[in-house]
């Protein structure tokens, strides 16, 4: 059984910056060909953040935070990582880890296309 755990929210104020992770325990990643973060905020749908293939390291963007977040991983740690600068109060939401196999075409963005999804991070961005 897998499991994605996050970490790294938390309070800041607009401009700042926070780095999330997202660990996995009971199977590495590398068994994994995309990994990704989403965020939900209540009432709303579940969006797409920032995606990675894990061989490869193409990455892409929802358009809201293009050339402010950065998504990265650590083969050695087993872990994906979201660099996320120049916050925004609109930028406040669950942050979820997300992960499939098995897919080797273009970074998904349906949050439908993951089936292994962590337990979420709370980030808030005071303005």
């Known amino acids: 059984q897998v499991q994605l755990v996050e970490s790294g929210g938390g309070l800041v104020q607009a401009g700042g910056s926070l780095r999330l992770s997202c660990a996995a325990s009971?199977?590495?990643?590398?068994?994994?060909?995309?990994m990704a973060w989403f965020r939900q905020v209540p009432g709303k749908e579940r969006e797409f953040v920032a995606g990675i293939q894990w061989s490869a390291g193409n990455t892409d963007y929802g358009d809201s935070v293009k050339g402010r977040f950065t998504i990265s991983r650590d083969n050695a740690k087993n872990t994906v990582y979201l660099q996320m600068n120049r916050l925004k109060p609109e930028d406040t939401a669950v942050y979820y880890c997300?992960?499939?196999?098995?897919?080797?075409?273009?970074?998904?963005?349906?949050?439908?296309?993951?089936?292994?999804w962590g337990q979420g991070t709370q980030v808030t961005v005071s303005s």
């Open positions: 997300a992960a499939r196999q098995g897919w080797l075409g273009p970074i998904q963005m349906d949050r439908n296309a993951y089936p292994d």
């Open positions: 009971g199977r590495t990643f590398s068994t994994y060909t995309n």
